[in-house]
Nanobody
Framework: EVQLQASGGGLVQAGGSLRLSCAVS????????IGWFRQAPGKEREGVSC????????DIARSVKGRFTISIDNAKNTVYLQMNSLTPEDTAVYYC???????????????????WGRGTLVTVSS
């Protein structure tokens, strides 16, 4: 059974930083992609960033580019989302998701949706 465990959320002041973690277990395939998504109250879910496990290619939303960085530790099967210069607009529940992703396929966050973890709440105060 594939399981994703997101952690690292919390309350932070504007301008602060948080690092989210997504621990993946149960994957029987070597090549997969992990994406971070977020959903703010009253808004649709949006893709934040994603990464492939094989070649570590990434994609990132314009709204967080330059502030957020995604990375993966294959040995730990964990994906991280480093979030810097946080603003109140970043307040949301953050989810990680996973999909089998063939090596060499262009990364695309919108196609990562087979397995989902429980979200972790990020609250940024002004």
């Amino acid at each position: 059974e594939v399981q994703l465990q997101a952690s690292g959320g919390g309350l932070v002041q504007a301008g602060g930083s948080l690092r989210l973690s997504c621990a993946v277990s149960g994957f029987t395939w070597d090549d997969y992609a992990i994406g971070w998504f977020r959903q703010a109250p009253g808004k649709e879910r949006e893709g934040v960033s994603c990464i492939s496990s094989s070649d570590h290619t990434t994609d990132i939303a314009r709204s967080v580019k330059g502030r957020f960085t995604i990375s993966i530790d294959n040995a730990k099967n964990t994906v991280y989302l480093q979030m810097n210069s946080l603003t109140p607009e970043d307040t949301a529940v953050y989810y990680c998701a996973a999909t089998i992703w063939p090596r060499g396929r262009r990364i695309s966050c919108m196609h990562i949706n087979d397995y989902w973890g429980r979200g972790t709440l990020v609250t940024v105060s002004s």
